[in-house]
């Protein structure tokens, strides 16, 4: 009988610890200043990227919680455990491997240069030498200026944006960030242009902690899952629209 009990007990003691972490939420981190993968709209963060989560962490059967943070700390954030995976438009580069693990990637991209719309004198990358160029810490964008661009000044900001109010009131003279969002801050700034050059491509992926198979498995069912049924489709019609006119999906339109 006592032997009975105490398996039963132990039972019930684990099935608990399991549906408690069930409700435990599941912690998404990203630097929501960069469209349309990110941003902030009135006080939520939406996105692409922010949809894309909401079906990973739907499908590992966890309530989503986004945590908006400096684009630069998301690693670390992530190697500390107060958060669980990025969504961020990263780059999954060989040498971000070493701390994380990377989903399959999700979107490709590549780096593209901003001016303001006045500016006659820069036509391609080689342009920015001896330049003041605009770039956002942490970023494959910095990384590449940094090691590709004689004598340019590197000015690193938190977020393009910062970067691109830099560059309007004349402290930069360009940015080089990933070409969508490039494309979605043109977009609201008249006075700011697109140079077309290609110099870089991004493989975007989501990154968990190093070793965490179980959520890694998930979330690239989950992205293998959204190509195959239109899913990916529909996000990409809504967040990455030709006509330009971008419409923000809440959780359950998804
Ligand atoms: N793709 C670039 C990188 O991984 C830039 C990403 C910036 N993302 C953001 N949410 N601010 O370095």
């Given at each position: 009988?006592?032997?009975?009990?105490?398996v039963?007990?132990?039972?019930?003691?684990?099935s608990?610890f399991?549906c408690?972490?069930k409700n435990d939420v599941?912690?998404?981190?990203?630097n929501?200043?960069f469209p349309?993968?990110?941003?902030?709209e009135?006080?939520?963060?939406?996105?692409?990227?922010i949809?894309v989560?909401h079906?990973?962490?739907r499908?590992?059967?966890?309530?989503?919680?986004?945590v908006?943070m400096?684009?630069?700390?998301?690693?670390?954030?992530?190697q500390?455990?107060?958060i669980d995976?990025?969504?961020?438009g990263?780059?999954?580069?060989?040498?971000?491997?070493?701390?994380?693990?990377?989903?399959?990637?999700?979107?490709?991209?590549?780096?593209?240069?901003i001016?303001r719309a006045?500016?006659n004198?820069i036509?391609?990358i080689?342009?920015?030498?001896?330049?003041?160029?605009?770039?956002?810490?942490?970023?494959t964008?910095e990384?590449y200026?940094?090691e590709?661009?004689?004598?340019?000044?590197?000015?690193?900001?938190?977020?393009?944006?910062?970067?691109a109010l830099a560059?309007?009131?004349g402290?930069?003279?360009?940015?080089v960030?990933?070409?969508?969002p490039a494309?979605?801050?043109?977009?609201?700034?008249?006075?700011?242009?697109?140079?077309?050059?290609?110099?870089?491509?991004?493989?975007?992926?989501?990154?968990?902690?190093?070793?965490?198979?179980?959520?890694l498995?998930?979330?690239n069912?989950?992205?293998?899952?959204?190509k195959?049924?239109?899913?990916?489709?529909?996000?990409?019609d809504?967040?990455?629209?030709?006509?330009g006119n971008?419409?923000?999906?809440?959780?359950?339109?998804?």
């Open positions: 009988m006592k032997k009975i009990f105490a039963l007990s132990t039972l019930i003691v684990l608990c399991s408690a972490k599941v912690k998404m981190g990203t929501a200043a349309p993968f990110e941003w902030i009135g006080s939520e963060v939406v996105g692409f990227d949809a989560s079906l990973i962490a499908d590992y059967g966890r309530p989503l919680k986004v908006d400096n684009f630069d700390g998301l690693i670390a954030a992530l500390s455990g107060s995976f990025i969504a961020a990263m780059t999954a580069t060989d040498e971000r491997r070493k701390y994380v693990d990377f989903s399959e990637p999700y979107y490709s991209s590549r780096q593209t240069i001016a006045d500016t004198d036509s391609s080689a342009d920015l030498k001896g330049r003041v160029v605009g770039v956002q810490a942490g970023t964008g990384g200026v940094n590709e661009i004689d004598g340019a000044t590197v000015k690193s900001f938190r977020t393009v944006i910062d970067a560059l309007k009131n402290a930069i003279d360009s940015i960030i990933d070409e969508l494309k979605e801050i043109v977009k609201r700034n008249a006075e700011l242009k697109i140079i077309d050059d290609d110099f870089l491509t991004d493989e975007y992926a989501i990154a968990v902690r190093k070793g965490n198979s179980d959520l498995d998930s979330i069912k989950t992205i293998k899952t959204i195959e049924n239109g899913v990916y489709q529909k996000l990409s809504a967040y990455m629209p030709l006509d971008v419409k923000i999906l809440s959780a359950d339109e998804l």
